[in-house]
T-cell receptor, first 115, second 114 residues
Framework: DAEITQSPRHKITETGRQVTLACHQT?????MFWYRQDLGHGLRLIHY???????NKGEVSDGYSVSRSNTEDLPLTLESAASSQTSVYFC??????????????FGEGSRLTVL | SQQGEEDPQALSIQEGENATMNCSYK?????LQWYRQNSGRGLVHLIL?????REKHSGRLRVTLDTSKKSSSLLITASRAADTASYFC??????????????FGTGTQLKVEL
């Protein structure tokens, strides 16, 4: 069965370190998204991609970067982790449906703690 | 900023009762979607309603959309303890909203007690 997987599921790191969260989907979806979820804020969009070599900034992109070298993967990198980036991170993917966004398929989340 | 805001933030009901959650949004949309999230898990898609639709059903779920009021409601009938979860609305503002992506609200925490 097709799926979307995130790794690691839990990570503790120190302020200033570089961290990369992996996201891999086997749906063959063109669209991939990274959200962060914080209490009181719901889900906020960090970065997204509509295809290979395409990346776009979302609502809260400062301090994060992504790259899309193939259809299946969209890794999220925190260049220099800050305590404000302690959060739960969700990757999602969707199929292209022209001008409309279809159903998103979510991973199980990566809980990141920055000390 | 959030496009969708759910109301209430938390809802506690007895098993067998109906649960109604509301979502308000700010800009025109292509579609509105509802998602469910069990504690510690990823979000799962429940239902999508397009801007030209007013009501949609899926099993025990009923979604309405009023584009003139920029609001939607999710009704879960005959609720079960297994429906305990957080529910989020998400809006697709389309290309005029900056591209094909969803903006999520802050969610409603539903607790269904036995």
């Amino acid at each position: 069965d097709a799926e979307i997987t995130q790794s690691p599921r839990h990570k503790i790191t120190e302020t200033g370190r570089q961290v990369t969260l992996a996201c891999h989907q086997t749906w063959n979806h063109n669209n991939m998204f990274w959200y962060r979820q914080d209490l009181g804020h719901g889900l906020r969009l960090i970065h997204y991609s509509y295809g290979v070599h395409d990346t776009n900034k979302g609502e809260v992109s400062d301090g994060y970067s992504v790259s899309r070298s193939n259809t299946e993967d969209l890794p999220l990198t925190l260049e220099s982790a800050a305590s404000s980036q302690t959060s739960v991170y969700f990757c999602a993917s969707s199929d292209s449906q022209g001008a409309s966004t279809g159903e998103l398929f979510f991973g199980e989340g990566s809980r990141l703690t920055v000390l | 900023s959030q496009q969708g805001e759910e109301d209430p933030q938390a809802l506690s009901i007895q098993e067998g009762e109906n649960a109604t959650m509301n979502c308000s949004y700010k800009t025109s949309i292509n579609n509105l979607q509802w998602y469910r999230q069990n504690s510690g898990r990823g979000l799962v898609h429940l239902i999508l309603i397009r801007s030209n639709e007013r009501e949609k059903h899926s099993g025990r779920l009923r979604v309405t959309l009023d584009t003139s009021k920029k609001s939607s409601s999710l009704l879960i009938t005959a609720s079960r303890a297994a429906d305990t979860a957080s529910y989020f609305c998400a809006t697709d503002a389309g290309l005029t909203g900056g591209g094909n992506k969803l903006t999520f609200g802050t969610g409603t925490q539903l607790k269904v007690e036995l």
